[in-house]
């Protein structure tokens, strides 16, 4: 592993020093073993020189010689060896330093070209490449720079476009948000012209409204009642309704409604016969028994008024001509409760009748915020409703905590 990892690592510099030093090597062990080659050939011909003349026994002297002559031609033919393979080394190193410095050229010139592509659009030049394989590889590389400036193109000129449409949804948005903030503007000032309108239009009503009053029953105490003055007086107490709940709108945000010990059974006949005349207008007529027990509840007396005089002025509205409202109290437990029954439609969503603006007649005048504002009062002072309607009755059930539980 380490031997792979050294030559994975190596440069072309390196590698070319490495290749020089293994010929090198190589060519001292080809001389060496040719060297050693031609002295067993001049001792063998020596030794074959001397046996072809016929003498059975060599002279040492003559032999001597012959050695000394032997050893010198083996110097000379050895140093024509080494100095013939010092020259063809010499020669090869010559054109392998030629090649490698082409080599090394067209290697530089590709790590140039690779380098400055990062930040720069260039190309090689493919003359400039000595080998045919590198000028192969030109050509791929500039193919592939020609696509990388095609589409640093297409990107850009889809960011310049991205850019457009953002700066003209920007523009966009900012028309809309001005927009908005003139409608807000707008709606805030119309919706505090309109609690002003409300504000000043319930204070002056009351006063003509209890002049109205008034003079019905002054009037009445002097002449009989007719059924035109029965047609005024019973306007006048819805209009006094409706007064009534206009005010709590107005105020409900501004005072703080305090509670008090309130004498449900007095309350509810004395709002029983305020709306009497009404009632009896529509050919209705409340049919009310007291229970046998005072029930006395600690409650707001006008949270307490809107709950009933709504809840009456409904069943008046919704029964039908000739029928009885039963009006009901009781003590259940630790409640008391309230009930008004009447024969009337079937209501089809019971869960829906205390909604703002649902009507399920909608041929009837109103706009369905009494009883949203009957559902109100009951869900922040814990007053349990239930509504039951069917072929025989409609029920509408209040149940109040009663005194001292």
Known sequence: MKIKSLFQNMTIKQADIFTIMVIFLLTMIFVGLLVEETHKDYEKELKQSFLLKGDSVLDNDLLEQNRKKLKTLLIKTVLAIVTLSFILFAIFLGINNLFNRFLQRDTETFLDFFKKAVNRDETIDPKSIFFQDFKEMVGYANDMVAKINEQKKSLKELNLGLEERVKDKTAALLEINENLQKQKSF????????????RYTVHETNTPLSVILTSIELYLMKHPKDRDLSKIEAAAKNIFSIYDDLSYLVKKDHIVYK???????????????????VAEFSLIRFEYTPPKEEIHVHFNETKLQRIIDNTLTNAIKYTLPNENVHVGLSKAGSHAKFCVSSKSKI?????????????????????GLGLRLVKSICEEEGVEVDVVSDDSLTTFSYKFKSMGD
């Open 187 to 198: 709606s805030q000032d119309l919706l505090k012209a309109q609690k002003e309108f409300l």
């Open 259 to 277: 509670k008090t010990v309130v004498n449900l059974n007095n309350f509810l006949n004395s709002r029983i016969d305020f709306f009497r005349e």
């Open 347 to 367: 209501i089809q969503d019971t869960d829906r009748v205390f909604e703002a603006y649902y009507r399920e007649e909608q041929s009837r005048d109103g706009f």
